[in-house]
């Protein structure tokens, strides 16, 4: 990696309009079957029918093109939360809805989301997205448990940010078994526990 590529600069997003915009979604989708490593411009030229000159015109690089791609999946993720939590004003009825959407990811959404984290680990740039985009995700629940604690409805016995950590991570440990068929993401147990450790984490007064 070159000494400018490890200080993540900024890259150049070009034109396109919504083509461009139309052809991102589908490299989205190439990208969660074949992968980081597996996708080319002319996988993506097969599957849109643009040409390889115009697929460049639009992106630039491969690289810039895929990394693009997983920006928008994963964004996409936290704003369907944002959409969910707005829609509920009880603390744990958005929690549980919060946690069943996280837990019901669909499994190409988790292939994005794993070669999201892969591909993050040797980018800087991508890595620095990978931060925010990891605040951004754990904030809508970050804030269902500070109204409840408002409200009286939670008395965490442990400190809020650990518990919103934990809720989380009890999430995105479904990824790798999820994607390796390994467990369904509609696992009504693994949901229950869950549910059930952070009601207790939280001190939740029904």
């Known amino acids: 990696m070159s000494a400018e590529r490890a200080t993540g600069p900024t890259r150049t997003r070009r034109a396109g309009g919504a083509r461009r915009a139309l052809v991102l979604d589908q490299v989205v989708e190439v990208l969660a079957g074949r992968g980081y490593?597996?996708?080319?411009?002319?996988?993506v030229?097969?599957?849109?029918?643009?040409?390889v000159s115009t697929l460049q015109g639009y992106f630039g690089s491969r690289e810039d093109m895929l990394i693009?791609?997983?920006?928008?999946?994963?964004?996409?993720?936290?704003?369907a939360l944002r959409e969910l939590a707005a829609g509920r004003t009880d603390p744990w009825e958005r929690l549980v809805a919060l946690v069943e959407r996280g837990?019901?990811?669909e499994v190409p959404v988790w292939r994005t989301l794993m070669e999201f984290w892969t591909a993050a680990a040797h980018d800087a740039?991508?890595?620095?997205?990978?931060?925010?985009?990891?605040?951004?995700?754990r904030e809508p629940f970050a804030e269902a448990v500070r109204a409840g604690v408002g409200s009286g409805a939670f008395t965490p016995r442990f400190e809020a940010a650990a518990i919103?950590?934990?809720?989380v991570a009890a999430m995105d440990g479904l990824l790798y078994p999820v994607v390796l068929d390994h467990r369904a993401s509609?696992?009504?147990?693994?949901?229950e526990v869950v549910l059930a450790q952070l009601a207790y984490a939280l001190g939740r007064n029904p």
């Open 68 to 79: 693009e791609a997983l920006q928008r999946s994963t964004s996409g993720e936290v704003a």
């Open 45 to 51: 030229s097969q599957a849109t029918g643009v040409a």
């Open 125 to 137: 740039e991508l890595r620095e997205h990978a931060g925010v985009l990891a605040t951004r995700y």
């Open 37 to 43: 490593a597996g996708t080319r411009f002319s996988d």
């Open 164 to 167: 919103v950590d934990v809720a």
């Open 186 to 191: 509609a696992d009504r147990a693994y949901r």
């Open 103 to 105: 837990l019901a990811t």
